[in-house]
């Protein structure tokens, strides 16, 4: 199977449990706030649901996909940006977490288990220790999708700065 198809039905399973929060104009409040490099939260958020549903199911892992999806797709939930205000990259990183958890909960109906998604999605930096499967599968995933936004971020201002079109050496 193609990825491209591969993620079709990853993105058919998160709309199969969460459709409420991915259509809602509460979560696309998160398209306005820039994330990783270029992304936005929205679109970050929705990363880290399609690689937590791939790393489950890759992992044949018996878990509350439900759970697990609505804690990814809400982990970033903090609706504030950042990189405007008094709030230090270091501040926001400890932080935002527990910010994410009390919109969340304000927005929308979550188990224990997503709220504890939520929460602890920034170990080891916060030193809360994950309590379920599903919120290290989403810990594992969201450093994933980090790191490739981010690099796909730094590939492009290279191009942007070099005119290359690779990361090779320069000779």
């Known amino acids: 199977m193609r990825k491209k198809d591969r993620r079709d ?5 998160i709309y199969e449990y969460a459709a409420d929060i991915v259509s809602s104009d509460c979560l696309k409040q998160e398209e306005r706030i820039r994330q990783h490099g270029s992304n936005n939260c929205y679109d970050h958020s929705l990363a880290v649901a399609v690689t937590s549903v791939g790393l489950a ?5 018996d ?22 205000g008094d709030v230090s990259r270091w ?15 304000r927005d929308f109906e979550l ?3 997503s709220r504890d998604v939520i929460e602890k999605h920034m170990f080891p930096l916060t030193g809360e220790v994950p309590r379920y ?21 730094v590939k492009i201002k290279v191009r942007r700065r070099t005119g290359r079109h690779s990361m090779a050496p320069i000779s």
């Open 133 to 153: 499967k599903e919120s290290v599968v989403v810990n594992v995933a969201d450093k994933i999708c980090a790191f490739r936004e981010v690099c796909s971020h």
């Open 9 to 13: 039905l990853r993105l058919e399973k």
């Open 57 to 61: 199911e890759s992992l044949n892992l």
């Open 91 to 105: 501040q926001h990183g400890r932080t935002h977490a527990r910010c994410s958890l009390e919109n969340a909960c």
């Open 63 to 84: 878990l509350d996909m439900e759970s697990m999806i609505k804690g990814a797709l809400l982990h970033d939930y903090y609706l504030y940006d950042w990189r405007s």
């Open 111 to 113: 188990t224990p288990i």
